[in-house]
């Protein structure tokens, strides 16, 4: 298995994550990640407007992070989501 991750800067902030690895390995961490940001949504009984709304992201965006039709997610919106939830970037990852 091998993966290489690539931060992209956009004004001096990170916006994306690029992320070269065997398909099977990505689609596994998107799934990870897509599972864990609605278990927390649901946990704290929050609908995905609110979070979107709080987030400062379109809910568009936020329902597609949490599908299965995710393909890819900004490191910027992960640091909002997990500052929203008081957790770290890495527990959207497990």
Not at 38 to 54: G, P
Not at 58 to 64: A, C, D, F, G, P
Not at 66 to 76: C, F, G, K, L, V
Request: hydrophobic share 35%.
């Amino acid at each position: 298995m091998y993966y290489e991750v690539y931060l992209v800067f956009n004004n001096s902030e990170y916006t994306t994550i690029c992320i070269t690895m065997q398909t099977s390995y990505k689609d596994d961490l998107l799934k990870r990640i897509s599972n864990n940001l609605k278990r927390f949504r649901l946990e704290h009984n929050y609908s995905q407007a609110f979070v979107a709304e709080n987030i400062e992201i379109s809910l568009r965006t936020y329902q597609t992070y949490e599908s299965d039709d995710t393909y890819d997610i900004r490191i910027s919106h992960m640091v909002r989501i997990a500052e929203f939830y008081g957790v770290m970037v890495d527990d959207l990852l497990k």
